[in-house]
């Protein structure tokens, strides 16, 4: 076992980077790549953990645009999240790596209804543990159920996966050459930023409980690996009481 900074820790993986440059669907190649990136922190020892969204597939906001009850869009994005589950749990287990998928509505007949003691057993004998279907509830993005799942099963970091963008930004990188990175932010910071990273119901949620955020390019391979044996990547987003905790002495843009 490699030493490693984080022992516990959920990764939130988007929809959108299993589609990969497909206008939509599953990518197989996509999915064989996280697969990879996970079995790999998982042999560090690391107990892994992922919410998996499911815009690949299903936008729920789109749906309602076109007039569909908002509820009813939500739940079926909620089915598009445990499709993508799926394809990764099988992707993991053709790697040797025992995955549990467990999803927030009931589909006993493909993956385990969400149980939290069940969850972190599963983790603690080195099993990946993959939760779909959001939190079960609509009007709820399925990055507020990577923090909320974060703090149930206690992970110490949440890890949000982006593809090709390294971190927080004050611009769109890809629009604006000049645009700035943070390496390092206040939750409050976020919530004035305005990020787009991630909804501001999931932030506040990290910030109550102060839960590190690590914004990071899963893209680049090795990444994984790297931010859990403690490399500075990304943007790191927490609270003046985590930075004590970790002895981060640089000063918060």
């Excluded at 004998?125 to 009007?139: D, H, I, S």
Aim: net charge neutral; proline share 3%; hydrophobic share 40%.
């Amino acid at each position: 076992m490699s030493k490693v900074r984080y022992n516990r820790a959920l990764l939130k993986l988007s929809g959108e980077f299993l589609r990969a440059e497909r206008p939509y669907g599953i990518d197989w190649d996509a999915v064989s790549y996280v697969a990879q990136e996970i079995e790999s922190a998982q042999m560090m020892g690391v107990e892994m953990a992922v919410v998996i969204g499911g815009g690949n597939i299903w936008r729920g906001q789109e749906a309602e645009s076109k007039g569909m009850d908002r509820a009813t869009a939500d739940y079926a994005g909620m089915l598009a999240t445990t499709i993508n589950a799926m394809s990764l749990q099988d992707a993991l287990e053709q790697r040797g790596v025992q995955t549990r998928t467990q999803t927030a509505i009931g589909i006993q007949s493909v993956a385990e209804p969400y149980i939290r003691r069940k969850a972190i057993r599963h983790l603690e004998k080195g099993r990946v543990v993959l939760f779909a279907g959001g939190t079960g509830n609509p009007f709820m993005t399925t990055d507020t159920a990577a923090a909320l799942r974060a703090l149930e099963i206690g992970s110490e970091v949440l890890l949000m996966a982006k593809n090709k963008v390294d971190g927080v930004y004050d611009k769109d990188p890809r629009a604006n050459p000049t645009a700035r990175k943070f390496e390092q932010m206040t939750y409050i910071q976020g919530l004035n930023l305005g990020m787009n990273v991630m909804d501001n119901t999931a932030l506040s949620l990290c910030m109550d409980n102060d839960l590190p955020i690590v914004v990071f390019d899963l893209a680049s391979s090795g990444n994984l690996v790297e931010l859990l044996k403690g490399k500075v990547l990304g943007t790191l987003i927490t609270g003046a009481k985590t930075l004590e905790k970790m002895n981060v002495t640089e000063e918060v843009p």
